[in-house]
């Protein structure tokens, strides 16, 4: 943790960890302790009186049919982001670690779009998928299917989801390939002369090396998931169509901002950083495990 | 060497251009879009070939913006987004880089509090805390301001850890060495210690760009007025008003413009974007 010889001085530490603190007093403990204490506290309607109420705020939000909703609906988009955009990603990082001529050409080419923002991805997708204009819409409806995502809440999600997996490919890719990479090519060989085929080698041998990788990449998915789809959800749907693409983190933004219901949106918030601790505490156990398999 | 049959190559050549068509594919259109009339996207009749209104489109989403929902021309919006992303870039390296100078080369009171204290951030994004945070700046009187953007946002975790993770395998002599020939601190962390981290510097600061360029969240809720737009909170805009008054053509040179410097850096320094990726998600 530290070094054995270290410079003595009273004050320069102090000067230099100053700036970080103050940064991080200022505007991450005092607003998450705020959130706290407001989730305690109920305004009147004219904001003229606060009273403490316990946990009332909690009571409210969890009695509300919306929030379950939102709840449930954050988990499956978790995890439908997360299978789609792993497994996408996985196959092709399986295909370009083979010793194939391009190589390089093909990982350049498959990891700009980590670089997109989630707006962004929004925006591209709404064109492409657009009821009366976009260019996929019109073939969907070529063959068939009635595709209205401002109407319907189920093809909303579907497009989120869509939207949200693509964009998080080039990063599980380049996770994968790096994975892969680090399995030496001698396990390979040795399944091979036992005769397995290249699909058994794959789900006995790489599967099971790589599952430190799909463990680490499948928390992080989630925690994508959660918070940086909002840009995703505020620029193609906006939450609706009647709030069919809400996650938490959206509820938490509508709530304080257009219902004013800042205990309740504080609420939220706490119950999101009890998952955010949760989150991020099982990834820092397997970091530590991810060094010795 | 496993065998690889010619037709698993070929299989394998197949897939990965597939993948590369499904990636690219949205932005390819986003391209068309911006070079097409406004009029032929919108009755739905837009062509996969790019159109001849390049150089039109572009001139006008940079130096005019929309006629209608934001106002503001496309290249403001493009300054605000580069004022912040590399105040946060910059921000975010210089006092990670000296607390975790501070943490690793000096023994003081609350030291390890102090570490902690920076750590457990990492647990508080600024989604969880949207707007206690947003009642702070405003208190502070920053709203719509670059200081505004970029402070609240500025403190990093990640940077410090893995400033902290570099020290430690520094070699001691270097510091017994400068000792020996009388450097202080500051000029041991500065003749030093400074240059040993270039790369690590270098890494982390695309990285920290990209984040940083592509901030949404933390913009859409203290930016009001409309010259301190960024793209990411512009773009939004445009697409707010009733559908039939989007003007598509410049909405998809936005998002082009949007993606272009972060996908430039990205391809440009990928060695070290990937390197900076790894690192710091370690």
């Known amino acids: 943790m530290q070094k054995q010889s270290v410079f003595q001085s009273k004050l320069l530490p102090y000067a230099l960890v100053a700036p970080q603190l103050a940064i991080v007093l200022i505007f991450f403990y005092w607003p998450a302790a705020q959130a706290v204490v407001q989730s305690f506290l109920l305004q009147d309607a004219f904001g003229l009186s606060t009273s403490f109420v316990w946990f009332e705020n909690y009571q409210d939000i969890l009695s509300q049919p919306d929030y379950w909703a939102a ?57 492409m998928l657009h009821p009366s204009l976009g260019i996929l819409a019109r073939g969907l409806r070529g063959m068939g299917i009635d595709w209205n995502p401002l109407l319907d809440g189920n093809q909303a999600a579907l497009l989120i989801i869509l939207a949200a997996a693509w964009k998080q490919i080039s990063y599980n890719f380049l996770f994968f390939l790096a994975g892969l990479q680090s399995i030496p090519k001698s396990v390979f060989e040795a399944a091979a002369i036992d005769g397995a085929r290249p699909m058994r080698r794959f789900w006995t041998v790489t599967f099971p090396l790589l599952s430190p990788t799909i463990f680490f990449l499948l928390v992080i998915n989630i925690v994508y998931a959660f918070f940086d789809t909002f840009g995703i959800i505020d620029t193609m749907t906006r939450g609706g169509p009647a709030k069919a693409t809400e996650t938490m983190v959206y509820k938490v933004y509508v709530d304080g901002l257009l219902g004013g219901n800042l205990g309740g949106s504080a609420a939220q918030s706490v119950i999101l950083m009890i998952i955010v601790v949760g989150l991020t505490a099982i990834q820092f156990r397997f970091v530590e495990r991810k060094v010795t398999y | ?207 920290l760009f990209i984040l940083g360029w592509n901030q949404y969240l933390w913009p859409l809720l203290i930016t009001t007025r409309d010259d301190m737009q960024t793209i990411q909170i512009g773009i939004r805009k445009m697409i707010t008003t009733t559908d039939a008054l989007t003007e598509w053509p410049v909405v998809m040179a936005t998002a082009v413009l949007a993606m272009l410097p972060p996908v430039l850096v990205v391809v440009v320094m990928q060695k070290l974007f990937v390197r900076g990726l790894v690192e710091t998600e370690k």
């Open chain 1, 71 to 127: 709840v449930v609906r954050t988990f499956v988009f978790s995890f439908a982001i997360a299978f789609s955009s792993l497994s996408s990603a996985l196959l092709l990082a399986v295909m370009a670690d083979k010793p194939l001529r391009g190589g390089t050409l093909y990982r350049t080419l498959l990891i700009w779009p980590y670089a997109v923002a989630p707006p962004v991805v929004g925006v591209l997708w709404v064109f």
């Open chain 2, 1 to 207: 060497m496993v065998e690889e049959e010619g037709i698993q190559r070929y299989v394998a050549h197949a897939i990965l251009w597939i993948g590369i068509a499904i990636v690219a594919f949205p932005v390819y259109l986003a391209i068309v879009a911006s070079t097409q009339e406004n009029a032929v996207i919108a009755n739905g009749q837009m062509s996969l070939l790019p159109g001849g209104h390049f150089l039109q489109t572009y001139y006008q989403t940079i130096f005019v913006g929309t006629s209608g929902s934001t106002r503001e021309p496309v290249g403001t919006m493009l300054l605000n987004s580069l004022v912040m992303a590399l105040l946060i870039a910059f921000g975010k390296i210089a006092i990670s880089i000296i607390s975790a100078y501070a943490i690793v080369y000096f023994r003081f009171p609350f030291r390890m509090a102090m570490f902690w204290m920076i750590f457990i951030t990492l647990m508080l994004p600024v989604e969880v805390r949207i707007y206690p945070t947003y009642k702070i700046v405003a208190d502070l009187r920053l709203l719509d301001s670059y200081a505004g953007l970029a402070l609240p946002l500025i403190a990093s975790a990640t940077a410090t850890l893995l400033f902290r993770q570099f020290f430690m395998t520094v070699p001691e002599e270097l510091l017994e060495a400068s000792r020996i020939d009388g450097a202080g601190p500051l000029r041991f962390f500065w003749d030093t210690l400074l240059p040993l981290s270039r790369t690590n510097m270098a890494a982390l600061f695309v990285i």
